[in-house]
């Protein structure tokens, strides 16, 4: 059962956990050194505490009590209970949706164990923004991806932002980094994966085809502004796209990322 | 030929429209009485000019203007030439793409107009966030709709940060407004198309199903937090989902809605 702590002082220093939520650079130090992450809104926090991740504390303001209330009576985390305008002063910004949990990073599940009985894969090369991450992985979830694998400089998906915007899909998507670069999609293949690189590539067909009648596949996106590198669009088995209604003439000639993994995901799932 | 200005005072009332950039309320109201929107990045602007949009002015630093130098020659509006700290001061946020431009905004077409020829349309109820509503057409402009219909409450295509999402897919897809939102899917109907509702509905059918072999298909997308009204459900001819891998229980039960759009316009065009 969680012990309800009321806390005045803004500097308080058990409220470490949740200060300055907006720099991104300090919270990255902060995190990692501490094996923190932070789950924020009432839907997200439950859905942290029930993948099993253990709470360090919890932060919210009284009104966000009943709602947890089954979730607090769980743990022996304290929950600290501020007004609104001290989560406002402590966080940085206006924590719209209450509630807010500070939990403890599990260590990463190995390649092999996430690949385990996977049919079909996400890998991400280089998506860099936090939002892009948890939109990639919470469609990839819903949209029947098995697991996912980011390569070394992919966002962090437990980076706040992430997980608000994955809705939770970070702790139900299997996950891990991969530990190399070079050598990621060319393992893929020897583990009996087809690899199949979204891209612009002049001669990728269309993903519909590229994965029509394949066991296991891969499906591998790339950074938001250059796509895949040259080095994993040659690695890939095949080099696939989303065709395109119209030319680039009228201005539109591509997908966001995260509209790209969403089709991606469906079209990779139906097969 | 646009006429080069440096702009060295950050009060200088020419520069009036690119004002406080970020004060969402603030700016509606200068950009309805006035009568204009703002393009932001260089080939958003060019898009903007291109697709026909007079511009009033543009304000950039040195460094955008020979990538710009063709566009600036095909018009008279002023360039207003300005240091990079000083676009912040003015604008209120550090415009890392460079360039703006101040373009007229026009009348919308009537709902036939956008309708005549049209075989996919979209159809938005009540998307109130702008980087939804950019992406939503950004995806339907790339992915084959041929249109889209705005119920009253959506917000506005052509606020900054909704073009700049749609990477100027708010130039090329012809949309305009519904004047009536009780109506406006009768309306569709008796125009010849079926209206397909994007919805959890007990009775909906999977979206590939309900748009084989359908003519003419309005793909009908609700707001982002609770959906489709009751009435829009009920008024659709054809209720529809996408489907979900996975239930509930694993905590992803829905898609956001840029990437239920995405796949819904990839399905919707591949009838």
Not at 168 to 178: D, E, H, I, M, Q
Not at 185 to 212: E, I, K, M, N, Q
């Amino acid at each position: 059962m969680s012990e309800l702590v009321e806390v005045t002082d803004p500097d308080d220093p058990r409220l470490a956990d949740y200060r300055d939520l907006r720099d991104v650079a300090l919270r990255r130090h902060l995190e990692a050194e501490h094996g923190l992450f932070l789950a924020e809104g009432e839907k997200v926090v439950r859905r942290a505490v029930e993948a099993g991740y253990p709470p360090r504390s919890f932060l919210m303001a009284p009104r966000w009590l009943d709602g947890l209330a089954d979730v607090l009576a769980t743990t022996d985390a304290p929950c600290y209970v501020v007004s609104e305008a001290m989560a406002e002063e402590v966080t940085g910004f206006h924590v719209h949706r209450g509630a807010l949990a500070s939990l403890e990073r599990r260590p990463l599940p190995s390649v092999d164990d996430v690949l385990a009985g996977a049919r079909s894969v996400l890998v991400l090369e280089d998506v860099v923004d936090h939002t892009n991450v948890g939109a990639v992985l919470r469609s990839g979830a819903a949209l029947g991806m098995d697991a996912a694998l980011l390569a070394p400089r992919c966002a962090d998906p437990l980076y706040r932002r992430a997980v608000k915007v994955a809705m939770g899909a970070v702790f139900s998507l299997p996950w891990t980094r991969l530990p190399d670069w070079d050598d990621a999609l060319p393992a893929l293949s020897r583990a009996g994966f087809t690899t199949v690189a979204l891209t612009l590539a002049d001669d990728a067909v269309p993903l519909a085809d590229a994965v029509a009648g394949r066991d296991k596949v891969a499906l591998v996106l790339g950074s938001e502004g250059h796509g895949l590198s040259e080095r994993w669009q040659r690695a890939a088995d095949v080099r696939a796209v989303i065709p395109m209604a119209r030319g680039p003439e009228v201005g539109v000639d591509s997908l966001n990322v995260a509209a790209a993994a969403a089709v991606a995901c469906y079209v990779t799932s139906a097969r």
